[in-house]
């Protein structure tokens, strides 16, 4: 049986390694992962599926800005083990980040990622064709859902991280932080 919970501290060492078995280092290249190095995940809002003790899926999301003075969040990575594929982690994972972004009065989320994968949830690229992310992407990816009707008519500009920034010199253990290794960093 796979359980959906909030993230613990305990959790974040077993996420990142599934984070890099799933992406490997590229997943320190990608524009989304500028919105997301050296910040804290938006509150509450960081989940894993747990199956038999084991970490096999995560999803976070992150505050940020679509275009000035559009406070939305930023969905991802959302990764789930190779061998708990293709049985609903993922879609149960997703189902959740929204619910309690919508119970915690957040009124939209984009990610990048795939159309028809994500169009199920209610995401499409309606509303973000005038967004843009620090770096090169994939425009069609740019994938957006109002959790509040109207919540992204007229988005525009550069999408901006706003989540709190980790203190210098917090090893990551301590913090759940996303931070590219030195090697990706330098």
């Known amino acids: ?3 959906i919970r909030h993230e613990r501290s305990t ?3 077993a996420r990142e390694r599934l984070l890099d078995t799933a992406f490997g280092p590229a997943r320190f290249a990608k524009a989304s992962e500028r919105l997301r190095e050296d910040r804290f995940a938006a509150d509450g809002l960081s989940f894993v599926a747990i199956e038999d003790g084991r970490l096999v899926g995560t999803a976070r999301l992150w ?3 679509a275009g000035l003075g559009r406070p939305v969040l930023l969905l991802g990575p959302l990764a789930v083990a190779a061998d708990a594929r293709n049985r609903g982690i993922g879609a149960a994972l997703v189902q959740r980040v929204l619910r309690e972004a919508r119970r915690l009065g957040h009124r939209a989320v ?3 990622g795939n159309a028809p994968y994500y169009g199920r ?3 499409s690229a ?3 064709g005038a967004l843009r992310l620090p770096g090169p992407f994939e425009p069609e990816r740019l994938l957006g859902v109002e959790l509040k009707g109207g919540a992204l008519d007229g988005a525009r500009g550069l999408i901006r991280a706003t989540g709190d920034r ?3 010199g917090l090893p990551d253990f301590l913090t759940g ?3 590219a290794p030195a090697a990706l960093a330098a």
Do not use: E
């Open 166 to 168: 980790v203190p210098r």
């Open 1 to 3: 049986m796979t359980t």
């Open 126 to 128: 309606a509303k973000t």
């Open 177 to 179: 932080a996303n931070r």
């Open 11 to 13: 959790d974040i060492a």
């Open 121 to 123: 949830f209610g995401f």
């Open 63 to 65: 505050n940020v800005s």
């Open 110 to 112: 984009l990610l990048v």
